[in-house]
């Protein structure tokens, strides 16, 4: 079987429109927005995981809709590989300087684990989710 593409989902950057993304007042706040969005993911539920990413996103609301059919096609080659999603665990988050913040998980699956990484950056008005990926590799948690 031909290997799956280990990364699904690009660091995307600034979109047309988005410079109405809502902000969050801290890092506190976007550790609990990436947990919201991590419960969606381990239930299989993209739509809902990536509708709570829209509001304070860089990403135009068309370009998270083709990651949203993106993910649901991936999700269906690597299932019967993987496993279902059980569930997922908060690794660490790491500053650069005062203005970004990376905040990384696990999805935990039956038989595999895939890293997801959110990215914020710290604009005056508040915190932003710049960018994301996710990965079936984990590797660089141990680099």
Not at 72 to 85: Q, T, Y
Not at 108 to 133: C, M, P, V
């Amino acid at each position: 079987m031909k290997k799956i593409s280990t990364v699904f989902c690009a660091l995307f950057f600034i979109a047309s429109g988005s410079a109405f993304a809502k902000t969050l007042p801290n890092e506190a706040a976007a550790k609990e927005l990436t947990g919201r969005i991590m419960t969606k993911v381990a239930a299989g539920d993209f739509t809902a995981a990536f509708g709570l990413i829209k509001p304070y996103s860089l990403i135009s609301p068309e370009e998270i809709d083709a990651i949203i059919a993106q993910a649901k096609d991936s999700r269906g080659k690597l299932e019967p590989r993987n496993g279902k999603a059980v569930g997922y665990e908060y690794i660490d988050s790491k500053n650069a300087g005062a203005s970004l913040l990376r905040l990384r998980y696990i999805e935990k699956d039956e038989r595999h684990a895939q890293l997801w990484e959110f990215y914020f950056y710290n604009t005056k008005e508040g915190w932003i989710l710049d960018s994301f990926t996710w990965s079936d590799v984990y590797k660089p948690l141990f680099d």
